[in-house]
């Protein structure tokens, strides 16, 4: 979402992963008075917000960078424990930058986004059902071999789907006899 000429907003974007499912780890203070007062040579005057704890030490108007569906700005995301039955409220709707929270792909490439029984669309960080399924998602494969996420690098990822293509042409090929 690009901003509109004369807006000024500020993004505030956390380094950790909130326990509260009531937090986002993406923060907008719209149009804080001071800031907007300034002149484009002033943003870098110190703006403090009690309320927040907050000190916004330098502003500038940003893109809208590649978000998981759940951290977008643009809709809406209503949160649920293991939801997949169907899309629920709004989730199903996501902006250009969003990507799938299982698949770790933009939304526009994820397979099972709205798919019954599958709903990556309503896939979040604050759920323990949706962490194990992103977490075998990215080990695919190579669950088997009881690694932790840390451990994998891409080439192990890449032999892991050599090995799941050669699994399958296997298959095929026990299947003929």
């Known amino acids: 979402m690009?901003?509109?000429?004369?807006?000024e907003s500020v993004?505030?974007?956390?380094?950790?992963?909130?326990?509260?499912d009531s937090e986002f780890s993406v923060l907008i203070v719209e149009n804080p008075p001071e800031v907007v007062a300034g002149t484009s040579k002033e943003k870098s005057a110190e703006v403090v917000d009690e309320e927040c704890g907050l000190a916004i030490t330098y502003s500038k108007k940003g893109n809208v960078m590649p978000h998981?569906?759940?951290d977008c700005m643009e809709q809406s995301f209503t949160r649920r424990e293991n939801?997949?039955?169907?899309?629920?409220?709004?989730?199903?709707?996501f902006c250009e930058q969003c990507y799938c929270y299982i698949c770790d792909k933009p939304v526009s490439k994820c397979e099972f986004w709205k798919v019954p029984s599958l709903c990556h669309c309503?896939?979040?960080?604050k759920s323990k059902y949706w962490k194990a399924h992103r977490d075998?998602?990215?080990?695919?494969?190579?669950?088997m071999f009881n690694f932790n996420l840390v451990d994998i690098d891409a080439e192990l990822r890449r032999g892991g789907e050599l090995l799941q293509k050669f699994s399958l042409v296997l298959a095929v090929e026990y299947n003929k006899q």
């Open 83 to 93: 939801d997949t039955s169907e899309p629920v409220d709004n989730n199903l709707n």
């Open 122 to 125: 309503n896939a979040h960080n």
């Open 136 to 143: 075998a998602a990215l080990k695919g494969t190579l669950s």
């Open 68 to 70: 998981a569906r759940y």
């Open 11 to 20: 993004i505030v974007i956390s380094d950790t992963e909130l326990e509260n």
């Open 2 to 7: 690009e901003p509109n000429e004369g807006d």
